[in-house]
Nanobody
Framework: VHVVESGGGLVQAGDSLRLSCTAS????????MGWYRQDPGKQRELVAE???????NYVDFAKGRFTISRDGAKYTWYLQMNDLKPDDTADYYC????????????WGQGTRVTVSA
């Protein structure tokens, strides 16, 4: 399974970025997909997730600013981030959870988002 993400970069506070993630190499059903982030020295934290049925969950800091979506084939998903803040600076990791006799989670390589004040 290959999970490839893109879209990070350096922006100013108030700007927007869209992260993309594409998974390939598995025919098993997908339970969920989403995004985590991690800053050096801190724990990885959930940002947003979307289930196979379309249910979406955002953590508090993402509500109203970030939007998770996926394409019709469900193998590419996005994180639209608006009104970015310096506290959003982190490495963002996408993931996909397949189901095959149990959950199998695969991660993207990570993309750095840096927000300057």
């Amino acid at each position: 399974v290959h999970v490839v993400e893109s879209g990070g970069g350096l922006v100013q506070a108030g700007d927007s970025l869209r992260l993309s993630c594409t998974a390939s190499g598995s025919d098993f059903s997908i339970n969920s997909m989403g995004w985590y982030r991690q800053d050096p020295g801190k724990q990885r934290e959930l940002v947003a997730e979307i289930t196979d049925t379309g249910k979406i969950n955002y953590v508090d800091f993402a509500k109203g600013r970030f939007t998770i979506s996926r394409d019709g084939a469900k193998y590419t998903w996005y994180l639209q981030m608006n009104d970015l803040k310096p506290d959003d600076t982190a490495d963002y990791y996408c993931y996909v959870e397949y189901w095959h006799e149990g959950p199998d989670v695969y991660w993207g390589q990570g993309t750095r988002v840096t927000v300057s004040a």
